[in-house]
């Protein structure tokens, strides 16, 4: 079972900057996506951020503001989000698509996600 771990949310006035980050905690075969979603009360879960390879894809209301970013040797995928307003307050999960070793199927995994409080 993979975990992946999550850390960096907190409250932040509008107009900061927060780092998001989410590591693996084991060794994986091959990793095809790690992204970030986010869960604001009474709301559908959202994609904010996916990077896949060598391509990223952004939430238009995040576009310019946050930079999704991956460390493969670790494991971990970063979101880096500045400019924050008080709309993007939410739970933010971070999920992986993985293959957990060369003989194993493709699976997806999320974190347990960690507040993002912005206040005006």
């Known amino acids: 079972q993979v975990q992946l771990v999550e850390s960096g949310g907190g409250l932040v006035q509008a107009g900061g900057s927060l780092r998001l980050s989410c590591a693996a905690s084991?060794?994986?075969?091959?990793?095809?996506?790690m992204g970030w979603h986010r869960q604001a009360p009474g709301k559908q879960r959202e994609l904010v951020a996916v990077?896949?390879?060598?391509?990223?894809n952004y939430a238009d209301s995040v576009k310019d503001r946050f930079t999704i970013s991956r460390d493969n040797a670790k494991n971990t995928v970063y979101l880096q989000m500045n400019s924050l307003k008080p709309e993007d307050t939410a739970v933010y999960y971070c999920?992986?698509?993985?293959?957990?070793?060369?003989?194993?199927?493709?699976?997806?995994?999320w974190g347990q996600g960690t507040q993002v409080t912005v206040s005006s």
């Open positions: 999920n992986a698509v993985v293959q957990r070793t060369a003989s194993s199927g493709i699976l997806g995994y």
């Open positions: 084991e060794n994986i075969f091959r990793i095809y996506a």
């Open positions: 990077t896949t390879g060598g391509s990223t």
